[in-house]
């Protein structure tokens, strides 16, 4: 069964950090580059940073530099490091493989970077 739990989000002030985990079902996490995606209201889903299985990484203009990508595949996570957080990070981030994700999608985790 597809699993995909993303946790870690929260309210911070612009120029804070947080760090987002997801854990996924191994069989999506095995076999497939993993990215992590936001979304905020009437704009399409976007997806701000990959990792390979074999931990190559590739980020989005808005985030590099600021933004790191990780995986654990011992524990079968992927987790987003965001530094230097800006208010227009305010989004509902989500975790799927990359970068073509599956149709199933979890709940996802809300963060708020307030001015």
């Known amino acids: 069964q597809v699993q995909l739990v993303e946790s870690g989000g929260g309210l911070v002030q612009a120029g804070g950090s947080l760090r987002l985990s997801c854990a996924a079902s191994?069989?999506?996490?095995?076999?497939?580059?993993m990215g992590w995606y936001r979304q905020v209201p009437w704009k399409q889903r976007e997806l701000v940073a990959t990792?390979?299985?074999?931990?190559?990484?590739n980020y989005a203009d808005s985030v590099k530099g600021r933004f790191t990508i990780s995986r654990d595949n011992a524990e079968n996570t992927v987790y987003l490091q965001m530094n230097s957080l800006k208010p227009e990070d305010t989004a509902v981030y989500y975790c799927?493989?990359?970068?073509?994700?599956?149709?199933?999608w979890g709940q996802g985790t809300q963060v708020t970077v307030s001015s």
């Open positions: 990792i390979t299985t074999s931990g190559n990484t």
């Open positions: 191994r069989s999506i996490f095995s076999f497939n580059a």
């Open positions: 799927n493989a990359a970068p073509n994700p599956g149709r199933y």
